[in-house]
T-cell receptor, first 106, second 122 residues
Framework: SYELTQPPSLSVSPGQTAIITCSGEKLGHTYACWYQQKPGQSPLLVIYEDTKRPSGIPQRFAGSSSGNTATLTITGTQSIDEADYYC?????????FGPGTRVTVL | EVQLVQSGAEVKKPGESLRISCKGSGYSFTNYWITWVRQMPGKGLEWMGRLDPSDSFPDYSPSFEGHITLSVDRSISTVFLELNSLTASDNATYYCARHQEDYNFGSGFDHWGQGTLVTVSS
């Protein structure tokens, strides 16, 4: 089955930039989305179609894609950004989530 | 305001079946697909399947096909997830989520239900 690869964890200091990668052989042909999930909460869409931000998502969240890797960049990371982040794409019509990256702000 | 409201927590015995509901409001219910996602305790998100409420067409993940059934009751704007022959492996939180745009797989899931916690225990 198709899999996506993410780093399991990432630590960043407040105000610094967090870069989360998501690799998968089909990402060059399909869009990636990114979701933020905080403890006890439902996931929140932060990036769709590789680069687009839904309304209400701060500008410090940015998405990009190159080759088989999608990237979520959080510029000027704040303590409220501490969460798990999941990439997601499609294998034909089957949805696939990455394993998630835990971002710690300290 | 778009809302997806799921049914409450459930406690079931092994071998039993379970149906979770997801009621949509604040939008044209039949114009947006609904996806279901499983999250086992302390684990990541898993895509289970999606349903087109306009025609009841389901699309199941191979990982869940045969174990789940997706259905809809358009008269009450509600999509259902049925889990069969429950085991301890079904202990999880289940989420419904709305596709931002039909037929645009890259548009993502823009609204989520609050989640339904399922506990399977003898």
């Amino acid at each position: 089955s198709y899999e996506l690869t993410q780093p399991p964890s990432l630590s960043v200091s407040p105000g610094q930039t967090a870069i989360i990668t998501c690799s998968g052989e089909k990402l060059g042909h399909t869009y990636a989305c990114w979701y933020q999930q905080k403890p006890g909460q439902s996931p929140l869409l932060v990036i769709y179609e590789d680069t687009k931000r839904p309304s209400g998502i701060p500008q410090r969240f940015a998405g990009s894609s190159s080759g088989n890797t999608a990237t979520l960049t959080i510029t000027g990371t704040q303590s409220i950004d501490e969460a798990d982040y999941y990439c997601q794409t499609w294998d034909d019509t089957t949805g696939v989530f990455g394993p998630g990256t835990r971002v710690t702000v300290l | 305001e778009v809302q997806l409201v799921q049914s409450g927590a459930e406690v079931k015995k092994p071998g039993e079946s379970l149906r979770i509901s997801c009621k949509g409001s604040g939008y044209s219910f039949t114009n947006y697909w609904i996806t279901w996602v499983r999250q086992m305790p302390g684990k990541g998100l898993e895509w289970m399947g999606r349903l087109d409420p306009s025609d009841s067409f389901p699309d199941y993940s191979p990982s869940f096909e045969g174990h789940i059934t997706l259905s809809v009751d358009r008269s009450i704007s509600t999509v259902f997830l049925e889990l069969n022959s429950l085991t301890a492996s079904d202990n999880a939180t289940y989420y419904c989520a709305r596709h931002q745009e039909d037929y645009n797989f890259g548009s993502g899931f823009d609204h989520w239900g609050q989640g339904t916690l399922v506990t399977v225990s003898s």
